[in-house]
Structures are given as structure tokens and as C-alpha cells.
């Protein structure tokens, strides 16, 4: 027998979304009748805007003709959608980004969980805590987080750092030197957001002690007050230190259609053996050419119709559907007397469980009486316990349904 990667055995039990599917599953094997509505995995329901099917039904026209068709596309994606990505999310917000500074992708998903082969393992790596999953998973796998100790439910080699109700789930900054930094703004799973004054001291932190940020934006579109950034880079001095993944996914209802990009600036150095910078730009361009061949044509086009005028009218439609959705779980679950966070800026909202339950046992409860799945919030980490996260991404009638039916729970 061959000798496996032996980080794949300290992992703890399966991955958190594919835990709560197996036991949904097994509800519903037990009950098939039952209505069960879902506000557990952040997975969109509503179909694709009609300038995006356009847009793809038009390219897969294209791809059947000789004079059009394409092979392999570029590696790091068509310049009609990295242009587009320069102009709109960037220049817009007054962030001017190089062409080659910006890889097209199957989503951040991967990219987050990839990016970390490019760092030694011995680099030290914060992450807060709760955090999505992607981050601690794919770190352990590469061997950079130790050993996991299942009664703090941390990793020994991992800076954790702390998201509570009493910091306003604001974390502070590392008290080690650590070398990365994975944050995501507007936050999964607590669905709140930072301050541009607040995510400067990030940077500044970053700055001053060489370290990178790895900052996921995938729910950039959901930002309403205009004191958070939507990108990192409106930062100052973030250019230097910072890598910001992004997601056609929640903007616009790509989960199941996978596109998003990362943009790695070429200011951003990490150090060879000898300590002389490396650059990581060119180091993700080894990365992706060698691993990645691009995400196909038609996609594409259906993203960059993402920025057309009437893209950008549809796309916001949807967000403002979510974010309706995530009001009214907000103020149905306050009226119950429950205490909840986020879903203003983002589409998730945290709730804190009732007295004396846990994350799994109110995930239990809720599905058992109330047929609707939740994600319990200890399995974003141990500082998630005794919260679960709702999502805002279900129909409006579903919506309201599951917060009926909670409201009727007994308690
Ligand atoms: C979530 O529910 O946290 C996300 O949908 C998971 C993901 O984007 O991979």
C-alpha cells in the first residue's frame, strides 16, 4: 500500500456543509414528507439574470461555428472580463489594477483554499475564529496547522483570532508575529462587516510586520453603508500586502455555474530561502498555468455580461431580493426575543441560541420541529459555539415560512 498525506488524517470529522447535508439527509429519509426548507449552505435560489443567459446562449452560438469557435482560452482569463473587472470593481472604487494582476477563476472556493501552496510550511497563519472552513481545512492539509485537539477544537500551529459578541465580532490583531492573515468582508458566517478605519489597522499590521492578507470579498455586493470598503484596496498601502479573492456566486447566482477571480498585486513579495522577495503574482501565474486551464468561454461571457447596464440593474435586483430576505429574518427572530447579527451588509445573519443549547443541538431542534436547516456556528470554529448562521438565500416565501414555523417552536 502507498503512503498518504498523513495531514489528511488529522483532519477532524468531514467538512462542515457536507455534515449538514448528511444529517438533512437522514431526516429526510426518515420523514420524506416533510417540507424541509433550507437556510443552511449559502446557496442562491434564484435563476440567473436574463442579460447573463443571454450573454451564454449567444457564446455557445459561437462555440458552434469554425469562424467562432475557441479551444483553450487564455490561462488567466479573456480580456473582455478582466477589463471589465479593472473598470467596474476597481477603477470605480478609485483602485487601479494591471492587466496581469487579476486571474479568472472557478470561484474562491478554490482559490482561497489554493493560494496557501505558495507559502513554506512553517508559515504561520491567523485566521479568525469563526471562520469559513476552507481557510483551517486546506492549511491542515498542506501541514501547516499542527495537530487538532478536539476539546478547544483548534489546531495547535494556527493563531486564532477571537469574534465575539463583546469585540462587536471585530477581530483584534494578532498578538504573535504570524506571515498570513485570512479575512472575509463582509464576514461568513457572522454576516457583519468592517470599517474602512477598521480594516486599516489590518493593513498597517500587515505592513509593519511583512505579512500577507488574504482577503476574501465574495460578498462584496451586499455592502449598504458606505464606511466599509467593498475591496481591500481602497486601503491604503493594501497593494502591498494583500490578495482579495472574489465570486460571481452570491453577486450573481454563479454557485452552480462557477466563476470568480483573484487579484494578486505585484507588489506583493514573499521571501525565497536566501530571503530575497519573491513575487507571489508571479509565483500564482506558475501556480494556476501549471494546474488550471481556465474557466470556458461561455461562462465568461454570461460573467462580463455581469457589467453591462442592464447586467448591473438585474444583479442588484437579486441583491436587494437577499437583503429583504435578511431583514426579515433579522426582525422576525428579534421578535421572538432572539439576539441576531449581521444580514445588513451581508446575506447571513448570526443568531445566538437560547440559554443552555448548543450550535448542534438548536441545529437539531430546528430541524426536528421546525424542518428548516440552519449551519450551527461551532463548526466554523470553537468561538461559533452557541450560535448558528441563517442564510438569506432562500424565496422570500420560504423566507417567511421558516421564520413562521420558528416563531411556533416550543421553548
Ligand atoms: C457557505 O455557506 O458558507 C458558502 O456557501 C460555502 C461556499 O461558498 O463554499
Wanted: aromatic residues 12%; proline residues 5%; hydrophobic residues 35%.
Amino acid at each position: 500500500m502507498i503512503p498518504v498525506n498523513n495531514n489528511y488524517q488529522k483532519l477532524p470529522g468531514s467538512y462542515l456543509f457536507a455534515e449538514v447535508a448528511r444529517r438533512v439527509k437522514a431526516y429526510k429519509q426518515q420523514n420524506p414528507d416533510a417540507d424541509v426548507i433550507s437556510l443552511g449552505i449559502g446557496d442562491v435560489t434564484r435563476p440567473l439574470c436574463l442579460v447573463i443567459i443571454e450573454a451564454m446562449q449567444s457564446a455557445v452560438a459561437e462555440m458552434g461555428k469554425s469562424e467562432t469557435f475557441r479551444g483553450y482560452g487564455p490561462d488567466f482569463g479573456y480580456d473582455f472580463l478582466v477589463n471589465a473587472i479593472r473598470e467596474n470593481d476597481y477603477k470605480a472604487h478609485g483602485v487601479e489594477l494591471e492587466f496581469d494582476e487579476v486571474f479568472i477563476s472557478d470561484g474562491a472556493k478554490s482559490d482561497t483554499g489554493n493560494f496557501q501552496e505558495l507559502f513554506g510550511e512553517e508559515c504561520r497563519v491567523a485566521v479568525p475564529n469563526p471562520v469559513y472552513p476552507v481557510y483551517v481545512d486546506t492549511n491542515a492539509m498542506a501541514g501547516r496547522a499542527g495537530t487538532y485537539d478536539e476539546n478547544s477544537a483548534s489546531w495547535s500551529r494556527l493563531t486564532y483570532l477571537p469574534c465575539l459578541e463583546e469585540n462587536g465580532f471585530v477581530p483584534e490583531l494578532p498578538k504573535e508575529k504570524v506571515d498570513v492573515i485570512y479575512l472575509c468582508y463582509p464576514n461568513n458566517p457572522t454576516g457583519t462587516v468592517l470599517t474602512r478605519f477598521q480594516l486599516k489597522k489590518f493593513v498597517d499590521y500587515a505592513l509593519e510586520n511583512e505579512c500577507v492578507i488574504l482577503y476574501d470579498a465574495a460578498y462584496r455586493a451586499f455592502v449598504n453603508n458606505p464606511d466599509v470598503p467593498v475591496t481591500i484596496y481602497e486601503i491604503e498601502g493594501a497593494k502591498k500586502v494583500a490578495v482579495e479573492f472574489n465570486s460571481y456566486s452570491k453577486t450573481a447566482g454563479f454557485t452552480g455555474t462557477r466563476c470568480g477571480y483573484c487579484v494578486v498585486p505585484h507588489s506583493v513579495m514573499g521571501a525565497g530561502e536566501d530571503g530575497t522577495p519573491v513575487s507571489l503574482n508571479a509565483m500564482w501565474k506558475r501556480r494556476q498555468s501549471t494546474k488550471f486551464n481556465g474557466v470556458n468561454y461561455v461562462v465568461q461571457r454570461g460573467a462580463a455580461a455581469v457589467y453591462s447596464p442592464e447586467g448591473k440593474k438585474q444583479t442588484q435586483e437579486a441583491i436587494d431580493f437577499y437583503l429583504k430576505n435578511a431583514m426579515y429574518i433579522r426582525e422576525s427572530l428579534k421578535k421572538l426575543g432572539l439576539t441576531v447579527f449581521g444580514g445588513t451588509d451581508a446575506p447571513y445573519v448570526w443568531v445566538k441560541v437560547p440559554d443552555g443549547e448548543n450550535s448542534w443541538g438548536f441545529f437539531d431542534k430546528l430541524l426536528n420541529e421546525c424542518k428548516v436547516v440552519c449551519t450551527p456556528g461551532s463548526g466554523f470554529g470553537s468561538c461559533g459555539e452557541g450560535f448558528i448562521r441563517l442564510t438569506a438565500f432562500n424565496t422570500y416565501e420560504k423566507t417567511v415560512e421558516a421564520c413562521r414555523r420558528i416563531s411556533e417552536m416550543p421553548r
